[in-house]
């Protein structure tokens, strides 16, 4: 039997992982269907998926302008008529092009055309092509051609010539699914709703998604900074996890007892060193299938979503709490012993490598009641990044840092007998990682309270318990009081334990300011924003608008550009931004001088006075919250849906400058800011 080795398996994950983004394709894919739609009347039906950061110009432009247009050819009609104009699922979008020194419009990511007909055979055909342009920010494509040769059956008449008259009582094509494809209007190319929204309930009390201000704008600039350093920060945080996971005492015994056994097993000092690594090697491939499998799981897509779930984010809370009275020795959260019981007997039976393997997974198993809460966690810090990798590039780092002593004591035996020998200190780790959990569950709860608007825990109520939680923490290590678990408390306290009680009190005491209003930068991802705090002596709050209609209608009035963030109570990135980017001197007051702001939450829960119902790609959406009226505008407007998200309109919403992500580069983002007023004067 063929055994695959875990290095070999490891690497082809990784290999996965790291391609998936990294896959050249055509920037535009083009699929091609007949849909009946009755006996004798249906659609073709092009479907278009493109690139991202690519856009393909849509069909009303004038050739001599310069960009290629859409069109779509007939060479053969056997047996078909066609009925009246192209249907789109969307508006292209519409924008005045400096380069070409006109307008003009185009489509972005996922979009389709249907071209209605009447069969007038059974048996019918059509041949034909479909000639585009596309471009990206940086260069564009030979005008490209699509073949296409389709057939189908249909339910006609005896005679089909009786059937011609239909044509002029066949009702026209309603506003809301036809998009004009020449001589378009302007303000009529503008109008999302046009072709999208039809309202459960009067617009009017929905505020303008019917509006130019709604309209699709380009939105080419490269955000991708931001998914990069989300990844390496999930990585070096799980990699620290990792380590903090070895000083448990579920773990650490076992560091020298399995190196031993591979050092004495092996028939050479190589030998039992190329066990160890391979022992390594596999606990790597255990977890990295672990994040692999949770995005399997839950899905790319739905992993934003849970990020921004205030039903989720309770659940995460609740969780970090379990695991905190678990490491305070209430109980132990362990698998069942069964499971371990038979992998063990596995790796007993098997031989070579995969008995290796199955010696990993046992020690996995086994140090679930100790490694378990710290996995847990992770991996709630991960999915909630709402990257695609998170889990995977979070599991690798963690079980990096888990494999890294077995393959050093492997290669350095000596240095065994130097290592710290297992004790009470482990139990220490232990409650201390528990005070750690317990704090970092409330920023999961305060991201509930924000999206319902409970106030439950507002920015002061946080801080207090973050400082009562410190201190406690300060006056355990001091040996002050133990959990009933851990027996009595040792007032002996060790130069280490004394530097670390130290930080955590002098922690607190830098909390203290926070009841004030002091801004804290240092937490500022983790605390509520300051508008949550009843008191507060910090007078630099900017002016904020929370309706976007209702701010484009100030900054005309004002005759200001409009600076839009899109934001979210469960987004840890945007309050990086606002307390080391925004809150910087000079560029509070380059937006507070030149901008009108308007903050949208993507996950606000308080409901619209009426539900509203969209198409988008296809399919029918009902907006009932005013977050998911914002997440709506942000992903038709500017085909995104990824936070902290800033862009810089006119007072007509068209894009003056950005998009601009995470990324706490306060140069570049001044450049942002100042290019959108420039700009702005310009038009």
Same mark, same amino acid.
């Given at each position: 039997m063929k055994v695959i080795r875990p290095a070999a398996l490891m690497l082809a994950l990784l290999c996965a992982v790291l391609s998936l983004p990294?896959?050249?394709?055509?920037?535009?894919?083009?699929k091609t269907a007949i849909e009946m739609t009755s006996a004798d009347k249906g659609e073709i039906v092009f479907s278009a998926t493109v690139l991202k950061g690519w856009h393909v110009y849509s069909d009303d432009l004038d050739p001599s302008a310069g960009?290629?247009?859409?069109?779509?050819?007939?060479?053969?009609?056997?047996?078909?008529?066609?009925?009246?104009?192209?249907?789109?699922?969307?508006?292209?979008?519409?924008?005045?092009?400096?380069?070409?020194?006109?307008?003009?419009?185009?489509w972005?990511?996922?979009?389709?055309?249907?071209?209605?007909?009447?069969?007038?055979?059974?048996?019918?055909?059509?041949?034909?092509?479909?000639?585009?342009?596309?471009?990206?920010?940086?260069?564009?494509?030979?005008?490209?051609?699509?073949?296409?040769?389709?057939?189908?059956?249909?339910?006609?008449?005896?005679a089909p010539e009786a059937a011609a008259p239909?044509?002029?009582?066949?009702?026209?094509?309603?506003?809301?699914?036809?998009?004009?494809?020449t001589a378009m209007p302007d303000t009529a190319a503008a109008d999302t709703a046009a072709a999208a929204v039809q309202p459960e309930a009067a617009a009017p009390a929905q505020g303008g998604i019917d509006s130019p201000l709604w309209a699709p704008v380009s939105t080419a600039e490269d955000t991708s900074s931001s998914s990069s350093?989300?990844?390496?920060?999930?990585?070096?945080?799980?990699?620290?996890g990792g380590f903090v996971a070895l000083l448990t005492p579920c773990v650490w015994p076992m560091i020298p007892m399995t190196v031993s056994f591979f050092l004495k097993k092996g028939k050479s000092r190589a030998k039992g060193m190329a066990d160890a690594f391979t022992y390594g090697a596999s606990i790597i491939v255990i977890y990295v299938a672990m994040g692999l499998l949770i995005t399997a799981i839950f899905g790319p897509s739905a992993l934003n979503a849970l990020s921004t779930s205030a039903v989720c984010n309770i659940i995460f809370f609740l969780l970090l709490v379990v695991f905190a009275i678990s490491f305070f020795g209430?109980?132990?959260?362990?698998?069942?012993?069964?499971?371990?019981?038979?992998?063990?007997?596995?790796?007993?039976?098997?031989?070579?490598?995969?008995?290796?393997?199955?010696?990993?997974?046992?020690?996995?198993?086994?140090?679930?009641?100790?490694?378990?809460?710290?996995?847990?966690? $992770?991996?709630?810090?991960?999915? +909630?990044?709402?990257? #695609?990798?998170?889990?995977? !590039? @979070?599991? &690798?780092? %963690?079980? /990096? =840092?888990?494999?890294?002593?077995?393959?050093?004591?492997?290669?350095?035996?000596?240095?065994?007998?130097?290592?710290?020998?297992?004790?009470?200190?482990?139990?220490?780790?232990?409650?201390?990682?528990?005070?750690?959990?317990?704090?970092l569950s409330l920023k999961f709860l305060s991201v509930a309270?924000?999206?319902?608007?409970?106030?439950?825990?507002?920015?002061?109520?946080?801080?207090?318990?973050?400082?009562?939680?410190?201190?406690?923490?300060?006056?355990?290590? $001091?040996?002050?009081?133990?959990? +009933?678990?851990?027996? #009595?408390?040792?007032?002996? !306290? @060790?130069? &280490?334990? %004394?530097? /670390? =009680?130290?930080?955590?009190?002098?922690?607190?005491?830098?909390?203290?300011?926070?009841?004030?209003?002091?801004?804290?930068?240092?937490?500022?991802?983790?605390?509520?924003?300051?508008?949550?705090?009843?008191f507060n002596l910090y007078e630099r709050a900017l002016t904020e608008y929370d309706d976007y209609d209702e701010g484009m209608a100030i900054a005309a009035r004002e005759g200001k550009p409009v600076f839009v963030d899109f934001s979210g109570h469960g987004c840890v990135n945007c309050r990086k931004m606002e307390g080391a980017v925004l809150d910087n001197d000079a560029i509070h007051d380059l937006i507070e001088n030149n901008f009108v702001v308007i903050k949208l939450m993507v996950d606000e829960r308080r409901p619209l006075p009426a539900p509203v119902t969209v198409e988008e790609y296809g399919k029918k959406v009902t907006l009932e919250t005013y977050g998911d009226k914002w997440s709506y505008l942000q992903r038709s407007k500017f085909n995104a849906n990824a936070q902290p998200y800033y862009v810089i309109l006119d007072n007509e919403g068209r894009l003056m400058s950005g998009p601009f992500s995470y990324d706490e580069n306060i140069p570049a983002f001044a450049e942002f800011l100042e290019k959108g007023i420039a700009n702005f004067k310009k038009k």
């Open positions: 990294a896959q050249i394709v055509n920037p535009v894919k083009w960009p290629t247009p859409l069109e779509i050819t007939y060479t053969t009609l056997s047996g078909i008529r066609l009925d009246g104009p192209l249907r789109y699922s969307r508006p292209a979008a519409r924008q005045y092009d400096d380069m070409f020194e006109c307008e003009v419009s185009w972005e990511g996922d979009f389709s055309l249907r071209q209605p007909f009447t069969a007038t055979a059974s048996d019918f055909s059509v041949d034909g092509s479909v000639r585009y342009g596309a471009c990206n920010d940086q260069n564009c494509i030979p005008p490209s051609k699509e073949t296409f040769a389709l057939k189908g059956k249909a339910k006609v008449a005896a239909a044509k002029t009582a066949e009702p026209a094509p309603e506003p809301e699914e036809t998009a004009e494809t350093g989300s990844l390496w920060y999930i990585f070096f945080t799980c990699f620290l209430a109980f132990d959260i362990a698998l069942p012993s069964s499971w371990s019981n038979k992998i063990d007997n596995t790796a007993e039976k098997t031989t070579g490598l995969l008995s290796i393997f199955f010696m990993a997974f046992t020690l996995a198993l086994v140090s679930f009641s100790c490694t378990g809460p710290i996995i847990g966690t $992770l991996l709630v810090e991960a999915v +909630s990044s709402g990257d #695609k990798l998170g889990p995977a !590039v @979070g599991m &690798f780092g %963690f079980s /990096l =840092a888990l494999a890294i002593p077995f393959c050093f004591f492997a290669m350095f035996p000596g240095m065994l007998q130097k290592a710290p020998k297992s004790g009470s200190w482990m139990n220490t780790v232990k409650v201390v990682l528990g005070f750690i959990e317990l704090a309270d924000l999206a319902y608007g409970w106030h439950i825990l507002d920015r002061e109520v946080f801080i207090v318990l973050w400082i009562a939680i410190f201190l406690l923490m300060g006056l355990y290590l $001091l040996g002050q009081f133990n959990f +009933s678990h851990y027996g #009595k408390a040792n007032s002996s !306290v @060790g130069v &280490f334990r %004394f530097f /670390l =009680a130290l930080i955590s009190i002098s922690f607190a005491a830098y909390l203290v300011p926070g009841l004030w209003g002091a801004p804290l930068k240092g937490v500022s991802a983790f605390v509520p924003p300051l508008f949550t705090q009843d």
